[in-house]
Nanobody, 123 residues
Framework: QVQLAESGGGSVQAGGSLGLSCAATGRTFGIYAMGWFRHTPGKEREFVAAISRGGVPTNYADSVQGRFTISRDNAKNTVYLQMNSLKPEDPAVYYC????????????????WGQGTQVTVSS
């Protein structure tokens, strides 16, 4: 089992950048594929980005492709989400998630979830 804790959320102006971190404790972090998802009130939680156990390949939602970058440091048991060129449609609670196996874009595939961190974008 693994426990996940996100950090780095906050408020930023449109066009700005923000970096999120997700620290993992518990079982060996390197065996898990990791994903970032986000949830906006009134909408379903949606896929943002995913990264395989070794760091490649990565996968992104079309809405964030080219603006967001997912990465991981297995020595630090941490996965990151660098968000650049933030848009007014990006505000949400961002969650990291882990699964044993390959990285996927599907929420039900992920076994472990963090509590989320709020991202706000002002125009």
């Amino acid at each position: 089992q693994v426990q996940l804790a996100e950090s780095g959320g906050g408020s930023v102006q449109a066009g700005g950048s923000l970096g999120l971190s997700c620290a993992a404790t518990g079982r060996t972090f390197g065996i898990y594929a990791m994903g970032w998802f986000r949830h906006t009130p009134g909408k379903e939680r949606e896929f943002v980005a995913a990264i395989s156990r070794g760091g490649v390949p990565t996968n992104y939602a079309d809405s964030v492709q080219g603006r967001f970058t997912i990465s991981r440091d297995n020595a630090k048991n941490t996965v990151y989400l660098q968000m650049n060129s933030l848009k007014p449609e990006d505000p949400a609670v961002y969650y990291c998630a882990a699964r044993s196996g390959i990285a996927t874009t599907r929420l039900p595939d992920y076994d472990y979830w963090g509590q989320g961190t709020q991202v706000t974008v002002s125009s």
